[in-house]
């Protein structure tokens, strides 16, 4: 596959090697080894438009985190295709290349992900295929007018040329703002990322889902206390400063809920005044960051989900200055808070790890069925987070796995799907701190969270959490062999 350069800094022309005789031609129009190089990773979908004469379409793309890379020709008819570079930090942001595709030249367009994308059709039933290597998702389409004169498309010449006396436009079409009004930021450069907390669960598969989706381990900076402690105001900011990165990922914190009890200023440093640290670091270098808040900043007693604007009412120790956090985080008008609850992952211990190793020598356990929430997968939650912070929506999400249980009903299904003989008495709270003479932080009885406003974005929910849990326990056992084969 012939790859020949446009103006524009990453978007070629790709022309297939064709074979052929008398009798007709074959010619591969998709080579995935050919497209690696250029960043196109994987077909998610395949299109195809027809259009009339002098229709035209554009200029069409996707925000974050579904921008689009597509690889354009026209099998049928013949068009003029159109990009925009709308990366800001790119050497050809702002400019255009015209390019004309039709089904003799046997050409294709590589459109990498930030440009705008249109075409005007010169022929009737001209048939456009488009291959995209991302979701189409609705709600994040966006373009730049087509004539945008700050832009300086020449179409009166295009129009001209091809006997094209006016264009025809959708309604949508004619409306998008210019260039100058355009509020979304595309970059060239991979952003840089730094992970707090990187010794927990979710830290922890935030860097492997990063590291998934390309993310370049040096453009990574996953710490723990070890290489920063976020109560320490001047470490803090010389590695923020030093490092520079356009996204923070808060997820170091003190979770020990019951100890919290007792030790309320060693708590506060660490939820309260490590996070202000890192909030104050991260408007230094003008990046955005994400925060992991918890269910526990409500009582529990509404009658159905919390949405992320109802008031909140703090009952614990640690519940109060996980809220406090939010409090600093929001002195950041570039903050994600995303509250969670009964979190589960591979790097660290959790309900159903504890529950697995007490089945083991247990045929009976007594476990609460009067406290209601959703277990959340780290692998689910970090997709979740890595896309979030791709956009622009800022401000306070509810982030779990789908569905509600209880604490019950949640060993119940652990021990069903790994095949355990055990019993599961259901139990209140009260019941079971009397029979365990235990004394426990307050626990909201009502931990549903609901999640929509991640759907009026434009982002996806998170899968059951019966089916994270399924995964999950595969995953448990996938490292059980790892460590018996290293052995």
Not at 264 to 271: E, L, M, W
Not at 273 to 299: H, M, P, Q, R, W
Not at 320 to 346: D, Q
Not at 377 to 396: E, M
Request: proline content about 3%.
């Amino acid at each position: 596959m012939k790859k020949i350069e446009t103006e524009l800094k990453d978007c070629y022309i790709l022309e297939p090697n064709r074979f052929g005789d008398d009798r007709g031609y074959f010619s591969p129009y998709f080579i995935q080894k050919d497209l690696d190089e250029l960043g196109f990773k994987r077909v998610v979908q395949a299109n195809r438009s027809k259009s009339s004469k002098g229709v035209l379409r554009g200029l069409h793309f996707q925000k974050n985190p579904k921008c689009q890379a597509k690889i354009v020709e026209v099998i049928k008819g013949s068009a003029i295709d159109v990009v925009v570079d709308l990366r800001v930090d790119s050497p050809t942001y702002g400019k255009y290349t015209a390019v004309k595709l039709t089904d003799e030249n046997n050409r294709q367009l590589f459109v990498p992900r930030g440009f705008a994308h249109g075409f005007i059709s010169l022929e009737d039933d001209t048939v456009f295929q488009y291959l995209i290597d991302n979701d189409y998702a609705p709600k994040l389409e966006a373009g730049i007018l087509w004539n945008d004169p700050d832009l300086g498309i020449d179409w009166d010449k295009i129009f001209k040329e091809n006997g094209i006396t006016k264009p025809l436009l959708s309604d949508k079409d004619q409306v998008h703002p210019g260039i100058k009004d355009n509020k979304v930021i595309f970059k060239r450069e991979q952003e840089k990322f730094l992970i707090t907390g990187y010794n927990g669960q979710l830290g922890y598969d935030i860097k492997r889902e990063l590291l998934k989706n390309g993310v370049k381990e040096e453009n990574i900076l996953a710490i723990d206390k070890d290489e920063m402690d976020i109560t320490d105001r001047e470490a803090v900011m010389n590695v923020v400063g030093e490092f520079k990165p356009d996204v923070i990922f808060h997820c170091a914190a003190w979770t020990a809920v019951d100890k919290a009890e007792d030790m309320k200023d060693v708590v506060t440093k660490i939820n309260v005044e490590g996070t202000k640290n890192l909030t104050d670091a991260s408007i230094l270098v003008g990046a955005k960051i994400v925060y992991l808040s918890t269910d526990y900043v409500f009582d529990g007693t509404k009658d159905g989900a919390y949405n992320p604007e109802d008031k909140v009412n703090p009952k614990s120790v640690y519940g109060e200055t996980k809220y406090l956090g939010e409090e600093e985080i929001r002195k950041n008008p570039k903050h994600f808070i995303a509250r969670i609850s009964w979190v589960f992952g591979i790097n660290g211990k959790n309900f159903i790890r504890t529950m697995l190793k007490l089945s083991e020598n247990h045929s009976e356990l007594n476990v609460v069925d009067d406290q209601i929430g959703s277990p959340t997968y780290t692998v689910d939650l970090s997709h979740l987070l890595v896309n979030l912070a791709q956009t622009d929506s800022y401000g306070t999400y509810h982030a779990t796995n789908e569905g509600y249980c209880s604490w019950a009903e949640f060993a119940e299904y652990i021990f069903k799907i790994n095949n355990k003989d055990v019993k599961i008495n259901k139990v209140s709270t009260d019941e079971y701190l009397k029979l365990t003479g235990t004394k426990q932080a307050y626990r909201p009885k009502n931990s549903r969270l609901d999640k929509s406003k991640l759907e009026e974005i434009g982002l996806e929910r998170m899968p059951s959490w019966q089916d994270a849990t399924q995964r999950y326990c595969e995953e448990l056992k996938e490292e059980t062999l790892t460590l018996k084969r290293g052995q």
